[in-house]
């Protein structure tokens, strides 16, 4: 693990660092200076003159780094990134609970969990960060970018051991919500085990038939409109788009899926049809006080689509 950044937060975002190589991993002569290794090791990624020229680099002592200072083994070396321009993501991310150690909050889709990719400052991890005031604001679990509803994050790095382990021991009860079509000729409720896999590079997860079971579904019916209906998912292991194939080998198919049953080529400012997929409830005992805690999205389905209209 790197020492503690010299640098703050940008953005709600930390800064990236880099390392040179221990004594005796280098020859002496190989990087003169700490330009020549910052050429070879990150020249790809940033413009290192342009950062060098800015005291955009620093060290852990929080001086910049300058192109001549000679080559050092074992040095930190810190920078923020520039960052692409992202489309804003529309709705809003309602603060549910928060108190000393955790924050529930209800997203809303199209923002992602954390930052990664092409979803920086548009993720619920750094807007909150910077929102809320909290620098080390973490998700204690996952929930798809496209998916929308309660997501629950440690207000500092001291809380995470103890709600991660409770999360990783399936001792929180998670609710979700669907819209999807109807099928009159299905007997409710339903439990779905099956093997489910991903492959790197593919979108889609797939059934492994004649794999032990791990993933597992109850599937019930609540609310029948004409042609479509609200199901309420109970998923009692967590593997990568369990609930969303669940209800695909149901043959009823989440509406407005991006993914299943075919991936739909979905520009990344286009937040017009949201995937009709709620994470509803949680409920868990605070693993730290006894306290039963139950929390209720403020959000209701049929989801709507909304523009992108970036409030600055």
Not at 177 to 198: I, K
Request: neutral net charge; aromatic residues 8%; glycine residues 6%.
């Amino acid at each position: 693990m790197p020492p503690r950044s010299p640098l703050p937060q940008r953005h709600g975002l930390d800064a990236a660092w880099v390392c040179t190589p221990e004594r005796g991993s280098a020859r002496p002569h190989q990087w003169p200076t700490m330009e020549a290794w910052l050429h070879d090791r990150l020249s790809e990624f940033v413009d290192v003159t342009g950062f060098l020229a800015g005291e955009r680099f620093a060290y852990q002592s929080g001086a910049p780094v300058v192109g001549s200072d000679p080559y050092g083994p074992h040095t930190f070396v810190w920078f923020h990134r520039d960052l692409a321009d992202e489309a804003f993501v529309p709705g809003t991310v309602h603060v549910v609970h928060q108190d000393a150690r955790i924050v529930v909050v209800d997203k809303p889709a199209f923002l992602s969990t954390i930052p990664r990719g092409r979803h920086v400052v548009q993720s619920v991890v750094v807007r909150l960060r910077a929102e809320l005031g909290l620098p080390e604001l973490s998700p204690l679990h996952r929930l798809d970018r496209v998916t929308s509803g309660l997501l629950i994050l440690a207000t500092e790095r001291r809380w995470r051991g103890a709600y991660q382990s409770m999360f990783q021991r399936g001792e929180v009860g998670k609710t979700y919500r669907a819209l999807a079509p109807l099928r009159p000729d299905l007997d409710f409720p339903v439990t779905v085990r099956n093997h489910l896999a991903t492959r790197r590079g593919q979108w889609q997860a797939e059934v492994v038939v004649d794999e032990t079971p791990n993933a597992e579904s109850l599937i019930e019916l609540e609310t029948v409109f004409r042609d479509t209906a609200v199901y309420r998912l109970t998923p009692r292991t967590g593997r990568t788009h369990q609930l969303r194939m669940h209800l695909l080998g149901l043959g009823i198919p989440i509406i407005d899926d991006p993914v299943y049953p075919v991936v739909r080529d979905v520009a990344i400012d286009d937040f017009a049809r949201p995937l009709q997929l709620l994470a509803s409830e949680v409920r868990f005992t605070d693993p730290l006080d006894g306290e039963l805690r139950q929390f209720e999205s403020v959000r209701t389905l049929p989801l709507r689509g909304e523009a992108a209209v970036d409030p600055a």
